[in-house]
T-cell receptor, first 114, second 113 residues
Framework: DSGVTQTPKHLITATGQRVTLRCSPR?????VYWYQQSLDQGLQFLIH???????AKGNILERFSAQQFPDLHSELNLSSLELGDSALYFC?????????????FGQGTRLTVV | AQTVTQSQPEMSVQEAETVTLSCTYD???????LFWYKQPPSRQMILVIR??????QNATENRFSVNFQKAAKSFSLKISDSQLGDTAMYFC??????????FGKGTKLTVNP
């Protein structure tokens, strides 16, 4: 158990809908990262939050947004869903930014858009 | 920009034998870190081994070791005494100053009894 909790584990929804994925980082970790794993694109970085502030954005679509709350949990919001958004979405957390910090991954949320 | 390339989509090895997974990378960072992650069927991402680029000595973790060739930008993973539980997807990744991980496409390793 990495200590990072993601909910839900599985999600099936229809095209055009909106979903929210939740991530609770390890106790004491200030950084949260979101990654998308799909068959065609592999594992891709979406966004990084540190202590409530957005730090970096990767290949995140405009239909997607995220935030990190004062209690440090994070949510990834996906809207106007398309079939191609079907993927495994990982959250990872680490202690701090700067230098090497080991990222601990949650078990992921499997999103299926039908 | 960082890129990571894994040229072996699939590999197989007999139990108790040794296998080497290849990875090459490109980065403009001076300080960076390299990792191998394992993703078993449970889909959990598990850190196998890490290497700090400023260290010349190759990292070792029990049966797992790396061959880090900085000039060639190569970072291969050697698994000795392969076990059935080593069957998984293996991802090579790099991390620079931006802290995000950049992953390769992965190598599917099957350990045969």
């Amino acid at each position: 158990d990495s200590g990072v909790t993601q909910t839900p584990k599985h999600l099936i929804t229809a095209t055009g809908q909106r979903v929210t994925l939740r991530c609770s980082p390890r106790s004491g970790d200030l950084s949260v990262y979101w990654y998308q794993q799909s068959l065609d694109q592999g594992l891709q970085f979406l966004i990084h939050y540190y202590n409530g502030e957005e730090r970096a954005k990767g290949n995140i679509l405009e239909r997607f947004s995220a935030q990190q709350f004062p209690d440090l949990h994070s949510e990834l919001n996906l809207s106007s869903l398309e079939l191609g958004d079907s993927a495994l979405y990982f959250c990872a957390s680490s202690v701090h930014e700067g230098g090497y910090t080991e990222a601990f991954f949650g078990q992921g949320t499997r999103l299926t858009v039908v | 920009a960082q890129t990571v390339t894994q040229s072996q989509p699939e590999m197989s090895v007999q139990e108790a034998e040794t296998v080497t997974l290849s990875c090459t990378y490109d980065t403009s960072e001076n300080n960076y870190y390299l990792f191998w992650y394992k993703q078993p069927p449970s889909r959990q991402m598990i850190l196998v081994i890490r290497q700090e680029a400023y260290k010349q000595q190759n990292a070792t973790e029990n049966r797992f070791s790396v061959n880090f060739q900085k000039a060639a930008k190569s970072f291969s993973l050697k698994i000795s005494d392969s076990q059935l539980g080593d069957t998984a997807m293996y991802f090579c990744a790099s991390q620079g100053g931006s802290e995000k991980l950049v992953f390769g496409k992965g190598t599917k390793l099957t350990v045969n009894p």
